[in-house]
């Protein structure tokens, strides 16, 4: 599984939705999105992570998953929009999305010192840029911990379900959830369950911890 790093600039677009849209994303249901993409080799699946720029309080405040591939359609500005100007675009499912004038993004600061042996550029130019697997990997626990332990990462083929001790245990590329009272049965519980219920499972987890 590839990771992305997507990039918005409040002070360039206004995201008119975006209280409207985290609250949703609290109650566990997925905010479908489409955002500009530099890098063309996006494909549907792939991690995605969207990065704030533009404040003091720059940082990380959404993730997901992309849900297309790259393809050319209407410019993120308004004004080269209707000049006819096109860009390459994602369309994608944020699972988690923060409102940065309710709760703190997970700060660029933090971020290059959690993370400073990958010396990655948080702050990059253009919107779409793919991170190094290990990266995106110590990325994950990082944000699981920041934005809460209900945020899912995509499912492969090869995850385990198992139970120890009537704990009900999914076990995530990055992330480990655990619910004492998780009470699907077991049967139903399989990799393509958990893909296709993504969000019916956040919002269970939520209302439990």
Known sequence: ???FLFCWNPNKWDWETLSRDAQSSATGKLVPDSWSCFNRKVQPGDRA???????ENRGIIASGWATSETYLGKHW???R????EKCYRADCDWERLIDPDVDSPLFVTVLQKKLSAFQFGWTPQASGIRM????????E????????AFTLSIVDADEELRVVK???VVKFPAVILTSMKFTAKLDLITPKY?????????RRLQKLN
Do not use: Q, Y
Request: overall charge positive; hydrophobic content about 45%; proline content about 4%.
């Open 141 to 148: 626990k990082l944000w699981a911990a920041h934005a809460g």
């Open 166 to 168: 009537d704990v009900c």
């Open 132 to 139: 190094p697997d290990e990266l995106a990997e110590s990325l």
């Open 194 to 202: 958990i893909t296709l219920n993504r969000s019916r499972i956040a």
């Open 49 to 55: 992570f969207l990065m704030m720029l533009g404040r």
């Open 77 to 79: 500005d308004p004004e």
């Open 1 to 3: 599984m590839r990771t």
């Open 81 to 84: 929009a209707r000049r006819g």
